[in-house]
């Protein structure tokens, strides 16, 4: 998604490093397992996943996925069409065990019913060949960082949320947003320094289950950042690349 | 082809239970007339007699007996047999011997065998009538049967002559019938096994009107179809192909000459990124065409839910306003009332979605983008117009088409995608997409296409 005309523009391995590749607490050493049975696929991901910072686990087969997964793994990554058997059963069965592995389904599959079944069989997220592989990547890095919904107060470097009150504060200063720029920069407070994908912010902020064909995501992030700072000197939201947005932690 | 397998087809079998009934019938027939015929003429014969025996009552005994010998030389077609007997019981005239039992009744009777042999020695059937006279004499009067007779065997033998032809014609007709009919069975199913194995240019033949005509008629009509969407597939696949190999092309090409010069990274870079994008572009297109695959076979009716199309449209205001104010164009929303509608709403939604992205793109600054629903005559509808370039009248009809390439899809991936998932997800809803002129501009309208029960019935793609 060649999108990238914001005049803020840094790579993902600019400003200190990858933001992915320190794996959270707690899961560190467990990989993230692929079921691919596309070899160059399979190792493309692998490469991909690994230059984050994170152990990749590869699978060719439903039997073998099901083991690999069972003996611990962080986040899966499922196709479904598995040499003639679908790679939702893995998932069915670790859910029919208790086992809440978060899973990203990937399926050339992309029908309406393709997709809910996919959610429906315990999948948490669902991304339809071909796609970016980076879109992949920042997938995986939503479900390993899922975080704490509960919380009602959000804060990164300088910038602060009130959910109850619907407030949003700069270095202590309100900043007055409109409902959906609220709504955008909830999103982007929830996850601190993760990369968000212009599909993901279409499909989570709104429901938009297909991609705009204009660049009207970009749009709206900038009229987010002027209400964050008329200046433009800071960059609370930078653009990543080709891939898409990251509020900066350090902003 | 005459062959025995002709005798096993089930016309002939027909054609031979035809002619079995016909023969019967034709046998009842006859059976029939000759029943009523020979039942006529002794009926006709027997009134005679008893009207000739009535008149003669009281004629003198002279007299009759003049009269009865006139009657027995002369006209010997009316009366075969003549007895005058006096009251006490003597023969006075006649040719029948007394000993005949014959009811004084004036009625007439009918004797298997007459008393007197013909010329041959045959005892023929009769007709008697006896009658007391006035001078307790009676008289006899019979009439043989003879020639009654001999016109009922006549008819037998004409009966018995006449069926065998008659079967024997009809089963060469049904079996002709038969023939002909195989024959055309076998080039219909010729031409169908020559059409299955690739020749989709051929035609079943027909000549008349019937039924088999009919049916390849309908047939024709069928492959015509087909033909007509195969052809369309065709080239909806040469502009499949033509959307995907182009920016192949070009990715390829950018990528050749970046690794034959000697680059610097900064132009290895380029040719990177320039190709990149390229591939994106590809991307996006097969994302599109399963898009469209995904949607034609998306939720059924059975799995629509109840929504607010004007909730929908007021999401996509809000969605859309910044991408609008920042290219200077006015978007309004303009819906007073809900407007309940059953449908998918995430499919509703990317299908406006679609109209509204190309309303903003191809309206000038300054321009205005309105989008309303409403409800017309208990029906849901759903209008996006523009003041932009507007739609060609020539393209109208065409734009909704997979892969059509108008003159504005040149400069923007997708755009004429858009349009055609769209058409798809109105078509699944039972609207039909349409535009007209806005004066200036395009209005791009959701009505219902057609009663609920049309809905089903998709249009050509």
Known sequence: ?251 | MWTVEVFNERAFRLALGFALTISVATAAAFAFIYLQVSRADVDQVSAILVDEAAKSAGDSEADLRRALELRLTRDIRRLDFVALIDPKGQLIFGNVPVTLHIPIDAKAHFLKEDVLPDANGDKDPAIFVARRRADGGVLLLGRSLREDYDLQETLLRALAIALLPTVLLILAIGAWFAHRASQRFKRVHDAIVRIMKGDLDLRLPFAGEDDIDKIARAVNLMLDEIARLLDHLKSAGDNIAHDLRTPLAVARAKLERALDNESGTEQLREALEAALAQIEKVSLTVSAILRISAVEHGPRETQFKDFDLAAVCAQLLDFYEPLAESQAVTLIAGADQPVPMRGDQDLMREALSNLIDNAIKFTPAGGTVRIEAGIVDGLPFAVVSDTGVGIPLQERGKIFDRFYRGAHSGKSPGHGLGLSIAATIARLHGFKLTVEDNNPGARFEFRAAAPASARREREPV
């Open chain 1, 1 to 251: 998604m060649a999108f990238g005309n914001e005049a803020v523009t840094v790579s993902p391995f600019e400003n200190g490093g990858s933001p992915t590749s320190r794996p959270p607490d707690g899961l560190a050493g467990a990989p993230v397992l692929v079921v691919e049975d596309e070899r160059d696929l399979a190792e493309e991901i692998r490469l991909e996943l690994e230059a984050s910072g994170h152990q990749v686990r590869l699978s060719e087969t439903v039997d073998d996925g099901l083991r690999a997964a069972r003996s611990g793994a962080a986040v899966l990554i499922i196709d479904r069409m598995l040499q003639g058997q679908d790679g939702l059963s893995i998932i069915e069965a670790l859910r029919a065990e208790g086992n809440a592995t978060p899973a990203l389904v990937i399926s050339a599959l992309s029908s309406v019913d393709d997709r809910i079944n996919g959610l429906k069989a315990g999948g948490d997220d669902y991304l339809i060949k071909p796609f970016d592989i980076r879109e992949l990547t920042a997938r995986v890095e939503a479900l390993l960082r899922r975080g704490d919904t509960r919380l009602t107060r959000l804060q990164v470097g300088a910038l602060e949320m009130d959910l109850v009150e619907r407030t949003v504060r700069c270095d202590g200063k309100p900043v007055d947003l409109l409902p959906r720029e609220f709504r955008l920069m909830e999103y982007f407070m929830r996850r601190p320094g993760q990369i968000v994908t212009r599909a993901m912010l279409l499909e989570d902020v709104w429901n938009f289950k297909f991609m705009a064909q204009t660049n009207v995501v970009d749009v709206q992030i900038g009229n987010l950042r002027r209400k964050l700072d008329p200046t433009g000197a800071r960059r609370f939201i930078i653009n990543i690349r080709a891939v898409g947005f990251k509020l900066n932690v350090d902003g």
